[in-house]
């Protein structure tokens, strides 16, 4: 089958967004398709395999008369671009997280999917009057909607009128492979090495985490994330020695980077969670993408507790919840893991077996699942 995946994004680029669309076309094209990725002209000059870590290509085409992200008129006229670029393409099937774009792929009467990851927040009036008094998502051409949580599920039903069972929950994956699980605390150890990949938005406890290494002087503290701008903004500030700050590392690299730490943390606000970009509150609908990489490599995962994250994980078993960003309680949780190897290590090994559950290849096949086309 020929399919397209119109995206509004560059690629490649830091976005986890970018990545996850550029892993699931990887995936799609496995599963014996024609993948064809659409997007803007911009974005890293670089090789996207290589950066992606893929290995089974899929086409890429650029429409040139998009210099940077469209926005204001251009947002829709990239729609109207995009596809017709795909009908061009001779595609069967039409994949997309845009919202506008869908909406004129239901006029056209183009077998969609449409992929969704948050609230209407952030979008235009024209696209909010549309599709709370259209019920798009609901038209024959769509086959499905795909929520990447439950909490986003219960928002299109709850807000936007969609049928229950137009909508497949699919929670994020992760492209990291390991053969065996190597995440064991080595008994004479007698420091962790804590990490953190990923956005620097303030919500997503990048102070909390500086902070937290002040007061824990014993463990060494990496975060990775950002660009090199933000990541000098941050190093202008009193840092303790046991804490190292690197800009964001490609896709290819981050296996090597998180074998190296002990512990993996996803220190959110519980209330607002904002993207990548900076924009929109993601705390009720994310599947945050560095939660499925952190299983994969069967390290200790330390968490704050939250209702999504837990559509997926389970303290204790799998994981550590902490209930809230207090400092304390954190730094506690964390010198208990050197006290108890043995329990700690066993939720680790326990998040190993989880990740095999995650991965692009299997969300590919479900996500093309021929019940729904």
Not at 10 to 24: D, E, G, R, T
Not at 332 to 353: C, P, Q, T
Request: overall charge positive; glycine content about 4%; some cysteine.
């Amino acid at each position: 089958m020929k399919i397209a995946y119109l995206f509004n994004s560059s690629i490649p680029s830091n976005l986890p967004s970018s990545l996850q669309v550029a892993k699931m076309c990887e995936s799609m094209q496995k599963n014996s398709h024609q993948v064809s990725l659409i997007t803007p002209m911009p974005g890293l000059k670089t090789n996207i395999e290589k950066f992606y870590d893929i290995k089974k290509s899929f086409k890429l085409h650029k429409i040139k008369y998009f210099k940077k992200y469209p926005l204001g008129i251009n947002y829709y006229l990239y729609s109207f671009a995009s596809i017709y670029c795909a009908i061009k393409l001779k595609s069967e099937l039409f994949v997309t997280r845009n919202l506008f774009t869908c909406f004129l792929l239901t006029l056209l009467n183009k077998k969609t999917i449409f992929e969704m990851h948050h609230d209407l927040s952030t979008e235009g009036r024209i696209v909010k009057f549309i599709f709370r008094y259209f019920k798009v998502f609901n038209s024959k051409s769509v086959i499905k909607v795909v929520a990447i949580s439950n909490g986003v599920k219960n928002y299109l039903i709850n807000n936007l009128g969609t049928i229950d069972k137009k909508i497949q929950v699919l929670p994020s994956a992760t492209g990291i492979s390991c053969k065996n699980w190597n995440g064991e605390i080595n008994k004479s150890k007698d420091f962790l090495n804590i990490g953190y990949f990923g956005s620097l938005e303030k919500t997503k406890g990048i102070e909390f985490l500086i902070n937290l290494s002040k007061i824990d002087k014993k463990n060494n503290y990496f975060i990775f994330g950002g660009t090199k701008a933000e990541i000098d903004l941050i190093k202008q500030k009193k840092l303790n020695k046991n804490l190292t700050l690197k800009s964001y590392v490609p896709y290819n690299e981050v296996k090597e980077n998180l074998l190296k730490m002990d512990i993996l943390v996803l220190p959110y606000n519980k209330k607002i969670i904002k993207s990548a970009g900076g924009v929109g509150n993601i705390a009720n609908y994310m599947s945050p993408l560095k939660l499925f990489d952190y299983l994969a490599v069967g390290k200790l995962i330390i968490a704050t507790k939250s209702k999504i994250l837990e559509e997926i994980i389970q303290n204790k078993k799998n994981c550590i919840l902490i209930n809230g960003l207090n400092i304390f309680s954190w730094y506690k949780e964390i010198n208990l893991v050197l006290k108890n190897k043995r329990f700690y290590n066993s939720i680790a090994r326990n998040s190993f077996n989880l990740s095999k559950k995650y991965t692009y290849d299997i969300r590919a096949k479900k996500f093309l699942d021929l019940k729904w086309i």
